[in-house]
């Protein structure tokens, strides 16, 4: 407990100064943050002096302006007064100037002290209201400011004055005129000769100073009168109650004026200065402090880990020892250790038992491995190797042991041998039992004459039986460790690309078996016909092909006899549709020369006939396009068409049979600009079989539809009914020929069975598919796609 007590006081001292030197680290950024926004207070401060500084000139030299402007002129008349008002920009929101007179003494010629001065002209008229005409006398203030501009010889401002809602004070420049030559006056050189003055609004003076100063920075303006009692003339604070954390006041005189500035900071001022850099500071401290603490806690904690885990080690490996020993002489195999000469250092237990049953009665510690087991070489390389031992006592039969050598050396580098025995004599005898039944299967096969292969995908290797290298005329070579690969150069050539194609879509899980017939070439012309089917056995867990297993069979004569069947078929097929040409011929003329014949009898056995013929031919012609389709004989010839004058047509040529059950056909029509690729007598029979079996299968009174929908460079044509649907044990085999649904449903509505396989055929031999989707008592749709193309059938039609 004492070295955890330490770590504890380390870590507390620890704590304590980290915890000092974070809030140390917040004081010192609250400072430096405060100092830095105190800093950019007072440079917006000078900024507005400067900028108060600037205005005051600008006013200044206006006022002078308009007294040189007075004295340079003879007689200046109330439209000069306008001309040079507009000319310096007066009342037009360039200045805070309201307006710019000139006042003057009522008898210049009297005492130069008078004091009756009247305006007598004002710029603009209507900027100041009935001041025109008066004196400065009505005015105390304007009287007292103009009394002292003219004894100063200074110009001068008066107190801000209300008027008309608005505060104004009145700027006022005494003019005097050059003596004549050899005059002078006591004072001053020069005649006094009247006052230029202008009117300032008071509020626009200190507002707008510089860009931003209305949202970071206050300014309220302070005046004193006379009795030293301070006013605000409209220069009150925009934050009435808002306390600034940073404020500057100052006095300040200028043209005769007393004035106080008090500055303060704005709640935008305030809300844009880094105030939380303090707490982010503070925050990284303790960040920083607890990641220290961690550390340093890792840290002084590794030693007591490391010397635990060294104790704990200790213990484990001493517990394994004992575990490995206990495993040692437990284990079913027997196991001995020697020395490099043969003397036994150790066996376990099984070891023990092993030697007790050959009849050792004592233990074998100390002996030589020699004496016990002869058939033993230790000197011989490391590894596995069989010996014949005498047969245990009581029985007859010898075993035999597998021993598995290793050598090794110990720590003091001295050799240990160490010794594995297995019996393995009842293996054995299973082992030849199982080559027994190989070579019966393999009897078996022979006598069926199909060659058996077993392809090893992953080394490129194979093993085929001596029927497959007789069907296939390949030799027997001990060179060649994959056999299979060499029956290409066998197989004809017209037909290795079909072998190749199966093979490859079996190996990469597209098909699940590998199904395909070729020829295979037997003497110089001679040609067999081989059938080859084969699965994988053995996948990788990436879905990787492993091992394939398959049989081929010699099916010339089965080959043959197929041939001569749908040589036989076809020929019969011929044979039949000339005299049921004939047939239909004739009853047709007379269904025409019954149609008015009384006896109802006759007139219903020629319908019977005429439909049954017509039954027959399209049986034979079914039976016709399905040799074509087996012989390879039928013949597509794609080329863009409209598929709305397709559909359009189709449904006209059904529209007779869909009346017959009672059906309508509803048409939803592609635009007019779709066009497809495909054969276009091909798709008509495609699309009219669907149609006939739609119309056939639908309830009366409903409406078999047909829409086509675009899907990428693909077109789906759809058919769909409201029928009683297909069954669940149909829907597998309802693309195959011959297949129909339940014999009832066949006799009542006829039909083949040959029509959907045939359409599969056609379908997928104009780069297509086909399928369905059907739920029972409900909706049935079947559909068929082909490509779509951009190519105007009429221009292919022209080139």
């Not at 580098?413 to 594995?420: A, D, V």
């Not at 509803?666 to 007598?681: I, M, R, S």
């Not at 409201?722 to 649904?741: K, L, V, W, Y």
Request: hydrophobic fraction near 40%; charged fraction near 20%.
């Amino acid at each position: 407990m004492i070295i955890p007590r330490k770590l504890a006081h380390f870590q507390l001292i620890t704590l304590c100064v980290c915890l000092g030197l974070s809030f140390l680290f917040f004081f010192v950024a609250r400072n430096t943050v405060h100092v830095q926004a105190q800093d950019r207070f007072h440079a917006l401060v000078d900024q507005g002096l400067a900028a108060m500084g600037q205005r005051a000139e600008e006013y200044g030299r206006t006022l002078d302006g308009v007294g040189g402007f007075i004295a340079a002129s003879d007689e200046v008349t109330a439209q000069d007064m306008l001309t040079y008002a507009a000319s310096v920009h007066v009342a037009d929101g360039s200045y805070v100037l309201d307006g710019i007179g000139f006042a003057m003494p009522d008898n210049l010629e009297a005492d130069s002290s008078r004091t009756d001065f009247t305006v007598r002209h004002m710029a603009p008229l209507n900027a100041f209201d009935g001041m025109l005409g008066n004196i400065f006398s009505d005015h105390p203030d304007f009287l007292a400011t103009a009394i002292a501009a003219r004894d100063s010889n200074q110009t001068l401002s008066s107190l801000p004055m209300e008027h008309g809602g608005k505060w104004h004070s009145l700027l006022i420049k005494p003019i005097f005129l050059p003596l004549a030559s050899g005059e002078s006056t006591p004072d001053r050189e020069g005649s006094f000769f009247g006052f230029a003055f202008a009117m300032l609004d008071v509020p626009e003076i200190f507002r707008d100073l510089f860009p931003s100063q209305k949202d970071l920075i206050n300014l309220e303006v302070s005046f004193y009168r006379s009795d030293s009692t301070a006013f605000q003339p409209g220069t009150t604070s925009a934050y009435p109650d808002h306390v600034p954390q940073f404020s500057y006041k100052r006095d300040h005189y200028g043209y005769g004026q007393r004035m106080t500035f008090s500055w303060g900071s704005t709640p935008t001022f305030e809300a844009a200065q880094p105030n939380r850099a303090k707490w982010i500071v503070l925050g990284l401290s303790l960040v920083i402090t607890t990641l220290i603490l961690v550390i340093q806690s890792v840290i002084l904690k590794r030693n007591l880990t490391i010397s635990q885990t060294v104790a704990d080690k200790t213990r484990e490996l001493e517990t394994q020892h004992q575990e490995k020993r206990s495993i040692l002489e437990n284990a079913m195999l027997p196991i001995i250790s020697v020395r490099q000469s043969g003397e036994i250092l150790h066996l376990n237990n099984a070891a023990r038992r092993h030697l007790n049953a050959a009849g050792l009665t004592k233990d074998a510690t100390g002996d030589f491995i020699q004496d016990h087991l002869p058939q033993v070489d230790i000197y011989r390389a490391d590894g596995g190797t069989k010996i014949v031992v005498p047969p245990l006592p009581g029985t007859n039969e010898p075993r035999t042991l597998e021993v598995e050598k290793n050598t090794w050396l110990t720590a003091d580098r001295e050799t240990r041998i160490t010794l594995m025995l297995r019996d393995i004599t009842d293996s054995q005898r299973r082992a030849h039992k199982i080559a027994e039944t190989e070579q019966r299967w393999s009897l078996a096969l022979s006598s069926a004459h199909i060659g058996v292969f077993d392809m090893d995908l992953e080394n490129d290797t194979s093993v085929v039986s001596d029927t497959w290298r007789e069907i296939m005329q390949c030799p027997a070579d001990p060179n060649r460790p994959n056999p299979y690969a060499s029956k290409m150069q066998h197989i004809h050539p017209d037909d290795i690309a079909i072998v190749e194609k199966s093979e490859m879509a079996c190996i990469n899980g597209m098909t699940d078996r590998a199904e395909a017939r070729f020829r295979v070439r037997v003497g110089r012309d001679n040609w067999r016909w081989i059938k080859s089917d084969a699965v994988v056995v053995e996948r990788a867990k990436d879905g990787t092909a492993l091992r394939m297993l398959g049989i081929q069979i010699d099916i010339t004569e089965t080959y043959k006899l197929e041939q001569m069947k749908h040589d036989f078929v076809a020929t019969v097929s011929h044979e039949l549709r000339t005299p049921l040409t004939s047939i239909k011929g004739a009853l047709g003329l007379l269904e025409a020369q019954t149609k008015d014949n009384t006896n109802a009898s006759a007139v219903r056995l020629v319908q019977i006939a005429s439909a049954n013929c017509d039954r027959l031919v399209a049986l034979v012609n079914d039976i016709l396009d399905m040799e074509k389709i087996n012989a390879g004989s039928m013949s597509v010839a794609s080329r863009p068409e409209k598929l709305g004058d397709i559909v359009a047509l189709a449904a006209e040529q059904v529209e007779p049979y869909a009346t017959e059950w009672k059906v309508e056909i509803a048409v939803a029509p592609p635009a007019p600009d779709h066009h497809v690729l495909t054969d276009k007598n091909r798709i008509m029979q495609v699309l009219t079989n669907l149609l006939s079996n739609a119309c056939k299968f639908a309830y009366p009174d409903t409406a078999v539809t047909v829409t086509a929908t675009p899907m990428g460079d693909m077109t789906r044509i759809s058919v769909t009914n409201q029928g009683n649907g297909i069954s669940d044990e149909f829907r597998e085999r309802i693309f195959q020929p011959f297949s129909q649904a339940e014999a009832s449903n066949t006799r009542q509505r006829g039909g083949t069975g040959l029509g959907l396989n045939i359409s599969r055929h056609l379908v997928e031999a104009m780069g297509g598919e086909i399928g369905f989707d059907s739920v029972p008592g409900e909706e049935t749709v079947f559909w068929f796609t082909c490509p779509s193309t951009d190519e105007d059938p009429d221009v292919a039609m022209v080139a």
